[in-house]
């Protein structure tokens, strides 16, 4: 709870501290003047030495109020805090006190010391002894020779890596990356549908390897896939190898470090792996969707445990997935998408902007079957060295989506069942038809990868539309 | 070696616990209940289950899922519930 301070002046002080040693003669003076002062001293009980001071030994004063550094002078008027200076800025200080000759001996200003409430070696614990009254999770207690990990391993809690443990600590730090309250209901997660709050999404995001600042990242991520639309539970329970593909917009993916260029889509960087894997393990532990129960699928596929990268913006010709998806410029996204591993197109020698598109369709074409058409969406991750193509030739995301959709109408002889000699196929009324491979908006189109390489990635999708999965778009919120 | 307090990431709740409803001896005088869930071919299965059951002086009634990759609407289910007696779901393909 938060202490109540004293009306009139309040100083917050430690012995350490330089400029506090040099104010210290200055409280003498101000309790003569007749102003009410009351001075809290964060480590010495003997200082300050001019006039007798609180310990604010659990530093209980310093944290509720915010105190970040030492000396500062508070003024309490009916129990609330009016104003506040820090550091010596002798008008300041005079100003409060009423003196105006206070400190005549004095520099005009000298800057404060940190304050020991926000101490890195003291921080989590003062957190901790101050805040985790906000924490409704059960407290498991682990034996003292129970080693952590594979009391982790046990629980069924990891999705087969090592995660990390979740403390009380970590995860008020954790939340930290938020203004959210820990018991906000973000959604309902699938499979058990259950109320997912903030405070179980951060525990599953110190668990994945996360940092406080990709926690906006992993809820928006939630919010998005734990939907109607997107279907999580769905993509959960489907035999076929999908899982959220999580690609990230705005200026943020920089400022957290995400990788939109070398092996986006690999080993190697935090933020793109943990956020991913946040999303999944919250799915895993709080949704109850684990493989082999809910989770039915034949093979899967290795971005199950995390598939999420940045797009890179400032190298695409063709804007952003996001814009194109209604998000304002800068501001930042999330877009998730049923998606399976990504395959790679091969096209080293395509100059012209038409022979890179029909490399793109064909391999497009294939997609789940060549004769499947309408049914699933896909992701084109255009690459650097592909995107200079349509780039030189002057292509837009309109120009070079209607190219590749024109060239995705395929004639029904070579969808019916059994053209080519394969069962798989449309009835044979269709024979007389053009049938597009994609529904329209069916191609997402994305840009990321490294400066070198003439390939782009394909990421496959699943069951599109009411039946199946649509992909969702979210602004990301503090 | 300290003993570390970790939060519980999973939903804390337990499931609730249901005893199974006794296999009936015949399903003569039973409303059978048939949901398809809507993959391809369930029905071709559903419907020879039909066959089967009326033959056994049971009364059939079909219901069908919106699609199958999403649970079955509550009021689907609660239908099925004040209806039948019995409920058979498809899971062909």
């Known amino acids: 709870m938060k202490p109540q301070l004293p009306d009139g002046l309040v100083a917050i002080v430690k012995r350490e501290c330089a400029t506090c040693v040099m104010v ?7 309790a003569t003047s007749g102003t009410p002062l009351t001075v809290y001293t964060q480590d010495d009980p003997t200082f300050p030495t001019s006039v007798s001071a609180i310990h604010d030994a659990d530093l209980s004063v310093s944290w509720h109020y915010d105190i970040e550094t030492v000396p500062t002078l508070l003024r309490i008027e009916n129990g609330e805090e009016v104003d506040r200076t820090l550091g010596l800025s002798k008008d300041a200080w005079q100003k409060f006190t009423g003196v105006t ?5 004095l520099p005009v200003m000298r800057p404060g010391c940190g304050s020991l409430s926000v101490d890195p070696n003291l921080e989590d614990e003062l957190r901790v002894r101050f805040t985790s009254s906000t924490l409704h999770s059960r ?17 069924g809690w990891t999705d087969g890596l090592p995660v990390i443990p979740p403390t009380p600590e970590r995860v008020l730090r954790m939340l930290t990356g938020t203004t959210r309250n820990p018991q906000d209901v973000v959604a309902i997660a699938p499979p058990n549908l259950v109320e997912l709050t903030v405070e179980k ?10 940092l406080p600042e990709y926690l906006p990242w992993i809820i928006t991520a939630l919010e998005a896939v734990c939907n109607d639309e997107f279907n999580m539970h769905g993509v959960l329970a489907t035999t076929m190898p999908v899982g959220p593909v999580i690609i990230c917009n705005g200026p943020g ?25 946040a999303v999944q393990l919250t799915i895993r532990n709080v949704g109850g969707g684990k493989p082999g129960e809910v989770d039915r699928a034949t093979h899967g596929n290795p971005g199950k445990l995390s598939f999420c990268f940045a797009e890179d913006e400032a190298g695409s010709p063709f804007g952003t997935l996001a814009q194109e998806r209604g998000i304002a410029p800068q501001q930042n996204a999330v877009t998730v998408f049923a998606g399976e591993g990504p395959r790679c197109v091969v096209d080293q020698a395509a100059r012209t902007p038409e022979q890179l598109t029909n490399s793109f369709a064909a391999c497009l074409r294939a997609t789940h079957h060549p004769k499947s058409v309408l049914s699933f969406d896909a992701i084109l991750v255009v690459s650097p060295d592909h995107s200079r193509v349509y780039a030189e030739a002057g292509w837009d995301r309109e120009k070079i989506l209607s190219e590749l959709y024109a060239r995705l109408n395929i004639p029904g002889t070579e969808l ?16 007389d038809r053009i049938v597009p491979k994609f529904k329209a908006g069916g191609i997402l189109l994305a840009h990321a990868g490294g400066g070198a390489g003439l390939f782009t990635s394909i990421i496959g999708g699943w069951a599109n539309g009411t039946m199946g999965s649509t992909p969702v778009t979210r602004p990301v919120l503090s | 070696m300290s003993a570390p307090i970790l939060l519980d990431p999973t939903n804390e709740s337990r499931p609730a616990q249901r005893e199974q409803l006794t296999r009936p001896a015949s399903v003569k005088g039973l409303t059978v209940g048939l949901l398809d869930i809507v993959k391809a071919r369930g029905d071709v299965y559903l419907n020879r289950l039909e066959e089967l059951f009326v033959a056994e002086g049971a009364k059939v009634l079909h219901f069908r899922k919106p699609t199958f990759t999403k649970p079955a ?10 209806q039948c007696n019995v409920v058979i779901e498809a899971l062909a393909d």
């Open chain 1, 101 to 105: 000759d206070l400190g005549a001996d």
């Open chain 2, 73 to 82: 609407p509550p009021d689907l289910r609660h239908e099925i519930s004040i």
């Open chain 1, 253 to 277: 993916t920089k400022a957290i470090g995400m990788n939109s260029g070398v092996n986006v889509f690999g080993q190697g960087n935090r933020a793109n792996l943990t956020i991913g894997r």
């Open chain 1, 24 to 30: 210290d003669p200055l409280f003498a003076n101000i």
């Open chain 1, 201 to 210: 999404i951060a525990i599953n995001a110190v668990m994945a390897g996360a």
């Open chain 1, 416 to 431: 019916v069942k059994g053209a080519l000699d394969m069962a798989e196929g449309l009835p044979a009324k269709f024979a």
């Open chain 1, 139 to 155: 407290h498991v207690e682990l034996a003292s020779a129970e080693d952590e990990f594979e009391s982790m391993f046990t629980r």
